[in-house]
């Protein structure tokens, strides 16, 4: 099973790109299933494009990096 630690290192790496526009990711949690639940932050809260942002960008990076991964799920 992937490592909260693992998942933060990559979360690391998207923040920059959040940054850009005032957002941000926080990991909430991950499950045995292989769901890793996430908290959008700033301006990612209501845009329009966090959809995209969760599957084409975050999901899709740790998918890639921890074939462990499943899916990842936005949690209020």
């Not at 933060?8 to 890793?36: C, P, W």
Request: proline fraction near 3%; aromatic fraction near 2%.
């Amino acid at each position: 099973m992937v490592t909260s630690e693992a998942i933060e290192a990559s979360l690391e790496r998207l923040r920059i790109f959040l940054a850009i526009d005032g957002g941000n990711v926080q990991l909430v949690q991950i499950k045995e299933n292989g769901v890793v639940e996430v908290r959008l932050l700033g301006s990612c809260i209501g845009c329009p494009m966090s959809l995209m942002t969760l599957r084409a960008g975050i999901e899709r990076a740790l998918m890639i990096e921890h074939p462990e991964v499943k899916r990842v799920e936005q949690v209020k």
